[in-house]
Structure formats: structure tokens, C-alpha cells
């Protein structure tokens, strides 16, 4: 299961949860980004218990982190 996450960062904390997330095993991609949102990732998961857990244990604990924007791959053309 894949889901991509947009996340909203404090300011002078960008390069620190950019980091912090390069660490995450479950993390497949991580892009900053211009716009509303601060940082875009993709993560790969084996279902949604265990992407509520990376959310909620992993990246919301990353110091910096201020707000995130989850979907679901449902399905993927390219």
C-alpha cells in the first residue's frame, strides 16, 4: 500500500525533518516543496494499521513537524 503525505514544517526546522524522514525505513521519497505545504512523501506500507502507526509514532514525533495531509494510492497509471 502506498500513500503520499504532505507536511507542513516550522521554518528554520525544513532541514532537520527532511532528514528525520531520509531516516524512516517505510519512506520511500521525500521532496520539499513550494506551496501550502512544506515537504511531500511517499511512504510504502502493508496496510493502514501499520501507516496510522508510522504516522502517529514516527513522523507527528519529528520535531518540527506542525501539520500533515494524508491520501491513498488507490491506484497508479505511470
Not at 532528514?19 to 515537504?39: C, H, P, Q, R
Amino acid at each position: 500500500m502506498k500513500a503520499i503525505v504532505l507536511i507542513v514544517v516550522e521554518p528554520n526546522k525544513l532541514d532537520h525533518v527532511c532528514k528525520e524522514l531520509s531516516k524512516i525505513e517505510e519512506v520511500v521519497k521525500v521532496y520539499e516543496i513550494t506551496g501550502e505545504f512544506d515537504v511531500f512523501i511517499e511512504v510504502d506500507m502493508e496496510d493502514v494499521q501499520s501507516f496510522r502507526r508510522l504516522l502517529k509514532d514516527k513522523i507527528m514525533k519529528i520535531s518540527g513537524v506542525r501539520m500533515t495531509q494524508s491520501s491513498i494510492v488507490i491506484g497508479e497509471w505511470k
